[in-house]
């Protein structure tokens, strides 16, 4: 952000048959050989009216053609294979859209054509968020790994997809803990790697303090800010301690910074901060005397 401050149970039992009772010579047992054979071959009917030829029962038959055809394991696992795999083509069409010709990453002219596409500013906290969500490590820059990994982490394939996501991430950096990682992510960010740098510029840190605080600033960021500005020649730099520890200073110390403790392990730039505010505070307070005495004595003079 210089400019940018992503798867029938078919039993093989066969029918057995059948010859039917043997005929005797007397008429009862004839009648009652009848009586057997008829009873059997009504049983026998019933039964193999209800089987099917190749052993299955009518019953379980239309079950089983009643219930859907199920996916195997190993068809699910393809299906979501080959749908990771058509993401996975999409990122990559969307990552070569941007990228560099010569550098195998998204650079400052591709971010700027990337934002215009989402329709965001390079510099609003939109960015900010995607570029954590991304854990890109250098401003105005997305090496292929980081857009990659990026859009697998928010789910998003697509210009739409990720303009779709961007409400659940405002949401999420609310949460305090995501905050806190969002907010020492934004430190790291702001360094110029390549220089090997271990402290933020004064300029680049108040951009970012800005910009970090945009969903939630605290009452005293205001005051800080315009201490940083006011005193260039005394801050050369803000440490990484003192970035993470004006996080703690905003959530424990009031506004009033009556609380404050130099006793406390603060940073010294807090120290000269809360000297440096109490006194101008008390400036601010005599000049409104004054200038309340001078018109109650104007005042006084035109009765």
Same mark, same amino acid.
């Given at each position: 952000?210089?400019?940018?401050?992503?798867?029938?149970?078919?039993?093989?039992?066969?029918?057995?048959?059948?010859?039917?009772?043997?005929?005797?010579?007397?008429?009862?047992?004839?009648?009652?050989?009848?009586?057997?054979?008829?009873?059997?071959?009504?049983?026998?009917?019933?039964?193999?009216?209800?089987?099917?030829?190749?052993?299955?029962?009518?019953?379980?038959?239309?079950?089983?053609?009643?219930?859907?055809?199920?996916?195997?394991?190993?068809?699910?696992?393809?299906?979501?294979?080959?749908?990771?795999?058509?993401?996975?083509?999409?990122?990559?069409?969307?990552?070569?859209?941007?990228?560099?010709?010569?550098?195998?990453?998204?650079?400052?002219?591709?971010?700027?054509?990337?934002?215009?596409?989402?329709?965001?500013?390079?510099?609003?906290?939109?960015?900010?968020?995607?570029?954590?969500?991304?854990?890109?490590?250098?401003?105005?820059?997305?090496?292929?790994?980081?857009?990659?990994?990026?859009?697998?982490?928010?789910?998003?394939?697509?210009?739409?997809?990720?303009?779709?996501?961007?409400?659940?991430?405002?949401?999420?950096?609310?949460?305090?803990?995501?905050?806190?990682?969002?907010?020492?992510?934004?430190?790291?960010?702001?360094?110029?790697?390549?220089?090997?740098?271990?402290?933020?510029?004064?300029?680049?840190?108040?951009?970012?303090?800005? +910009?970090? @605080? #945009? %969903?939630?600033?605290? &009452?005293? *960021?205001?005051?800080?800010?315009?201490?940083?500005?006011?005193?260039?020649?005394?801050?050369?730099?803000?440490?990484?301690?003192?970035?993470?520890?004006? +996080?703690? @200073? #905003? %959530?424990?110390?009031? &506004?009033? *910074?009556?609380?404050?403790?130099?006793?406390?392990?603060?940073?010294?730039?807090?120290?000269?901060?809360?000297?440096?505010?109490?006194?101008?505070?008390?400036?601010?307070?005599?000049?409104?005397?004054?200038?309340?005495?001078?018109?109650?004595?104007?005042?006084?003079?035109?009765?």
């Amino acid at each position: 952000m210089g400019q940018c401050v992503t798867k029938c149970k078919n039993p093989s039992s066969t029918l057995g048959s059948k010859n039917g009772e043997r005929e005797s010579g007397s008429k009862s047992h004839s009648k009652r050989g009848a009586v057997h054979k008829d009873d059997h071959g009504s049983a026998c009917g019933k039964a193999s009216g209800d089987i099917l030829v190749n052993g299955t029962k009518k019953t379980d038959a239309a079950l089983e053609s009643s219930q859907p055809p199920t996916l195997s394991g190993d068809t699910k696992k393809d299906s979501v294979c080959s749908a990771e795999e058509s993401s996975l083509q999409r990122i990559g069409e969307l990552f070569r859209r941007y990228k560099d010709e010569r550098e195998d990453a998204i650079l400052e002219e591709g971010m700027e054509r990337f934002c215009n596409d989402l329709c965001v500013d390079p510099t609003e906290f939109k960015v900010l968020v995607l570029a954590w969500k991304f854990q890109a490590a250098t401003m105005c820059k997305f090496t292929r790994k980081e857009f990659f990994e990026g859009c697998k982490a928010i789910n998003a394939d697509s210009i739409d997809g990720i303009c779709a996501r961007f409400p659940s991430l405002l949401n999420e950096a609310k949460q305090e803990d995501k905050f806190k990682d969002l907010y020492r992510f934004t430190f790291q960010f702001g360094l110029d790697s390549e220089e090997g740098q271990r402290s933020l510029h004064r300029e680049i840190a108040i951009a970012l303090w800005k +910009l970090v @605080f #945009t %969903q939630n600033k605290p &009452p005293i *960021l205001d005051q800080w800010l315009h201490f940083l500005i006011k005193n260039p020649s005394g801050i050369k730099g803000i440490s990484r301690d003192t970035w993470n520890m004006f +996080l703690n @200073f #905003t %959530q424990v110390i009031g &506004p009033d *910074l009556s609380n404050y403790s130099e006793d406390e392990a603060w940073p010294s730039l807090f120290d000269t901060f809360v000297e440096w505010e109490m006194e101008r505070r008390k400036k601010e307070e005599e000049t409104k005397c004054v200038t309340s005495s001078d018109t109650e004595g104007l005042c006084e003079e035109q009765t």
